[in-house]
């Protein structure tokens, strides 16, 4: 299945992957996760092996098997993108066969090590696409970190990568509403059929009040059905609504994505999933460590405020 960034369109999960109690992936949870989160009701695309997914922590094979595991449990009719944490240019190319071959529709190209240090306007990106658009052959999304990161991509040469028809959608965390809407635009106006996947989690609804073309997140792991609401609210142009699903989401936000560090930001997620009966186990691999008893009971009240346990 060859994909456009209008295939994308939608809530896009990026489903978080639980381990058994040895530390071995709980293909079992798995597949509860996507019955959870990937029903076709709340949820159009899915996303495998990014953050939420613990890629760094899994190996090569584990990587497939989730790739084609999650294939299996969704359908071919499904967008399916996977990530590419790569070293290099050989590292992506290598990576980006295997998923392919796997079933994945779309590569999901995180920085490599060496456009890091806080260049944002290098050209070195643009050129790197152009490369990976030539060889891969397949469609490509790139995903966007904060400036402050020091592998954030500055917003002209976001729109340089839009031009490339291979790149078929932007997976846009810029972390700052303005970085966020001068991204937006200027993509929009270099590529309109690219695709910009927000996945700001601080502000979920200010992101989709501007504009997108969908929500890209871990959270949808948890609670799919509230994020749905707040985009079919927004593609109604129904503030009231926005505003109403916005507020359930809310208490869930903070008790997920508020409590440092951020980076155990999925491990929470699986907290949730434990506390719902999905996953029977919520620890995730080094070097994350599992939460504390406060931070999981802030989980515990947060998805009992917005009615989902």
Known sequence: ????????????????????????????????????????????CVFVNGHAGEATALTDAEKIEVIRRTRDHIGAGRPLLAGIVPTGIPDALRQAEALREAGADV????????????????AAAVRMYELLARE???????????????????????????????????????????????????????GPDTAILPSNFHWFFAQVALGGDGILSGLASLVPGLLADLWRASEEMDLAKMRAANDRLYPVVRAIYGPAPVVDMHTRMKDGLQMM?????????????????AVREGVRMALIAAEVL
């Not at 009966?277 to 008893?293: F, K, T």
């Open 1 to 44: 299945m060859t994909l456009t960034g209008k295939d994308l369109r939608g809530i896009t999960v990026a489903t978080v992957l639980p381990f058994d109690e040895a530390g071995a992936i709980d293909w079992d949870g798995y597949a509860a996760v996507l019955d959870h989160c990937a029903q076709p009701a709340t949820t159009d």
């Open 277 to 293: 009966g999905v996953i029977r186990n919520a620890a995730p691999r080094l070097p994350l460590l599992p939460q504390s008893e």
């Open 136 to 190: 891969i052959q397949m469609p490509l999304s790139h995903f966007q970190f904060p400036i402050a990161s020091g592998f954030g991509l500055s917003t002209p040469v976001l729109a340089e990568i839009a031009q490339i028809p291979e790149v078929i959608a932007i997976k846009e965390g810029s972390a700052t509403l303005l970085a966020y809407d001068e991204n937006r635009r200027a993509v929009k106006a270099a």
């Open 107 to 122: 590569a999901v190209i995180f920085p490599p090590e060496a456009l890091g240090g806080g260049n944002a306007n290098t």
